[in-house]
Nanobody
């Protein structure tokens, strides 16, 4: 069974740091773009950052200068290092990945989400 498993969320004070991890498991032949999204209560899910298979990165404006996305292809894992956290970063964070399972087909997968809460 192919799945994305996230870890690393939690409660942190404003100004603190957290590191999220997301590992892909199952029979996967290729991994394309991986990314992190977040959804705050009452808001739509939004992109935080993404990274291509050759580590080209893209950040949404709120993440620029504070968050760093990276990946370890050998471990099939993507990371999100979050520094200088603010209360407005509070949300459920979701991992996303484009996975090649067989042949030339690509599929979009999501993790189950991990809660990040930033207190004053």
């Amino acid at each position: 069974q192919v799945q994305l498993v996230e870890s690393g969320g939690g409660l942190v004070q404003a100004g603190g740091s957290l590191r999220l991890s997301c590992a892909a498991s199952g029979i996967i032949s290729r991994i394309g773009v991986m990314g992190w999204y977040r959804q705050a209560p009452g808001k739509q899910r939004e992109l935080v950052a993404s990274i291509t298979s050759d580590s080209k990165t893209n950040y949404a404006d709120p993440a620029k200068g504070r968050f760093t996305i990276s990946r370890d292809n050998a471990k099939r894992t993507v990371y999100l290092q979050m520094n200088s956290l603010k209360p407005e970063d509070t949300a459920v964070y979701y991992c996303q990945a484009n996975l090649g399972l067989s042949g030339s087909n690509w599929y979009n997968y999501w993790g189950q989400g991990t809660q990040v809460t930033v207190s004053l």
